[in-house]
């Protein structure tokens, strides 16, 4: 077999909600899959955009991606990438953070030959472009030289539909199999007669990811490509920080989350979870209360929107029930947090629904002389 290792999305950086525990999530489940390629003795892995969250990553994703790349390099595996659109520079005179990296072969807009057991395997690259370069970029890749008898991947970042249409349906032909990028959600599609796939990202990023990971998992594919057709093979990863989703009534809100408390008892790491209270005049202050004291200890992190049911629609009732200064301020007294950081926290609040974004970042800055005057 002539296997690759055909990654996407990993988004090293991203702290969702702000969190550290997430952003360590994320280069674990790089680790994993890493770990996994290898005890595959993988030929080279594909790395199909947004390697990083950020064209400017900080220092520890740097270095998390320096370790972890090391370690294909050591054992000769070669690593391809194309740039996706969250670690593309912003500005032309910039160089992306994947430059940093001598074993990282940036394939976006050329061509590189590559000989595996199989043979020799061309790869081709398409970066994530803004709309005025992409016709362009195409036509670099649409007209390679003579490649007979080898096969050809063509790895890019680019979404399902562009505008509504197929934007995978523009890609050229002639590809023995499209490596692709940027859709979250791992599947496979028949392009110019042959596959394409997107592995989706490696774990869950968004509340919209939940559910297909809890049907198909994350992971990334290893590709087959000694064959006359690539034969892909699923990878499910095992560290991916569990997520739920939870839509309960106000009257069942205790019941639901003893479940969830339950749940939580049985997984290897404390779980996110999501929660949609329904009903009438639903209270969101003690929502926030019985959440702190339900699930505490036994969730990494909680959120919750409120779905009121009105006969007559009232916004203006819908207002007064989501008193979000209560909601702050019983979060973070359950967090933890003393007067002082609870007063900043809501003074920050109210200048932002006072005055938009120009009257927050004045009332920050205030905030700030004030403390280094200190």
Not at 11 to 27: A, F, P, S, V
Not at 173 to 202: C, F, M
Not at 263 to 292: C, E, N, Q, Y
């Given at each position: 077999?002539?296997?690759?290792?055909?990654m996407?999305d990993?988004h090293?950086?991203?702290?969702?909600?702000g969190?550290?525990?997430?952003e360590?999530?994320?280069?674990?489940?790089?680790?994993?899959?890493v770990?996994?390629a290898?005890?595959?003795?993988v030929?080279?892995?594909?790395?199909?955009?947004?390697l990083?969250?950020?064209?400017?990553?900080?220092v520890?994703?740097?270095t998390?991606?320096?370790?972890i790349?090391?370690?294909?390099?050591?054992?000769?595996v070669k690593?391809?990438?194309?740039?996706?659109?969250?670690?593309?520079?912003?500005?032309?005179?910039?160089?992306?953070?994947?430059?940093?990296?001598?074993?990282?072969i940036?394939?976006?807009?050329?061509?590189?030959?590559?000989?595996?057991?199989?043979?020799?395997?061309?790869?081709?690259?398409?970066?994530?472009?803004?709309p005025s370069?992409?016709?362009?970029?195409?036509n670099?890749?649409?007209?390679?030289?003579d490649?007979?008898?080898?096969?050809?991947?063509?790895?890019?970042?680019?979404?399902?539909?562009?505008g509504?249409?197929?934007?995978i349906?523009?890609?050229?032909?002639?590809?023995?199999?499209?490596?692709l990028?940027?859709e979250?959600?791992?599947?496979?599609?028949?392009?110019?007669?042959?596959?394409a796939?997107?592995?989706?990202?490696?774990?869950?990023?968004?509340?919209a990811e939940?559910?297909?990971w809890?049907?198909m998992?994350?992971g990334?594919y290893l590709?087959d490509l000694?064959?006359?057709?690539?034969?892909l093979h699923?990878?499910?990863l095992s560290?991916?920080?569990?997520q739920?989703m939870?839509?309960?009534?106000e009257?069942?809100?205790?019941?639901?989350l003893?479940?969830?408390?339950?749940?939580?008892?049985?997984?290897?790491?404390?779980?996110?979870?999501?929660?949609?209270v329904?009903?009438r005049?639903v209270?969101?202050?003690?929502?926030?209360?019985?959440?702190?004291?339900?699930?505490?200890?036994?969730v990494?992190?909680?959120?919750?929107?409120?779905?009121?049911?009105?006969?007559e629609?009232?916004l203006?009732?819908?207002?007064?029930?989501?008193?979000?200064?209560?909601i702050?301020r019983?979060?973070?007294l359950?967090r933890?947090?003393?007067?002082?950081?609870i007063?900043?926290?809501?003074?920050?609040?109210?200048?932002f629904?006072?005055?938009g974004e120009?009257e927050?970042?004045?009332t920050?800055?205030s905030?700030a002389?004030?403390?280094?005057?200190?």
């Amino acid at each position: 077999m002539a296997l690759i290792a055909h990654m996407a999305d990993v988004h090293l950086g991203y702290r969702q909600y702000g969190l550290g525990e997430r952003e360590n999530d994320i280069y674990e489940a790089f680790a994993e899959a890493v770990e996994h390629a290898l005890r595959e003795h993988v030929e080279a892995v594909i790395i199909a955009g947004d390697l990083f969250d950020t064209p400017r990553p900080p220092v520890k994703a740097l270095t998390w991606a320096k370790k972890i790349l090391s370690q294909l390099a050591e054992k000769g595996v070669k690593v391809l990438h194309v740039l996706g659109d969250h670690d593309y520079p912003r500005r032309l005179d910039e160089l992306p953070p994947t430059a940093l990296f001598d074993n990282l072969i940036h394939i976006g807009q050329k061509r590189v030959e590559l000989s595996l057991s199989s043979g020799a395997v061309v790869f081709a690259g398409l970066d994530k472009l803004p709309p005025s370069m992409f016709e362009e970029a195409i036509n670099s890749i649409a007209r390679p030289a003579d490649e007979t008898g080898k096969k050809r991947v063509l790895v890019a970042h680019i979404p399902l539909e562009r505008g509504g249409r197929a934007g995978i349906a523009k890609l050229p032909k002639g590809y023995s199999y499209y490596a692709l990028g940027h859709e979250h959600r791992r599947q496979q599609l028949n392009i110019h007669n042959t596959i394409a796939a997107y592995p989706g990202s490696l774990e869950i990023l968004s509340r919209a990811e939940i559910a297909d990971w809890e049907s198909m998992g994350k992971g990334f594919y290893l590709a087959d490509l000694s064959k006359e057709e690539p034969i892909l093979h699923e990878i499910t990863l095992s560290c991916v920080r569990p997520q739920r989703m939870v839509e309960t009534r106000e009257e069942e809100l205790s019941a639901a989350l003893d479940e969830v408390r339950r749940w939580s008892h049985t997984l290897a790491k404390k779980p996110i979870v999501h929660l949609a209270v329904s009903g009438r005049g639903v209270d969101a202050g003690k929502v926030a209360r019985i959440l702190l004291e339900k699930l505490g200890g036994d969730v990494l992190y909680h959120r919750f929107e409120v779905h009121e049911e009105v006969g007559e629609f009232s916004l203006e009732k819908i207002q007064r029930s989501l008193d979000i200064r209560s909601i702050v301020r019983e979060y973070m007294l359950g967090r933890g947090f003393g007067e002082r950081d609870i007063e900043l926290a809501l003074r920050i609040y109210d200048a932002f629904k006072r005055g938009g974004e120009e009257e927050l970042e004045e009332t920050i800055l205030s905030e700030a002389g004030e403390v280094s005057s200190k």
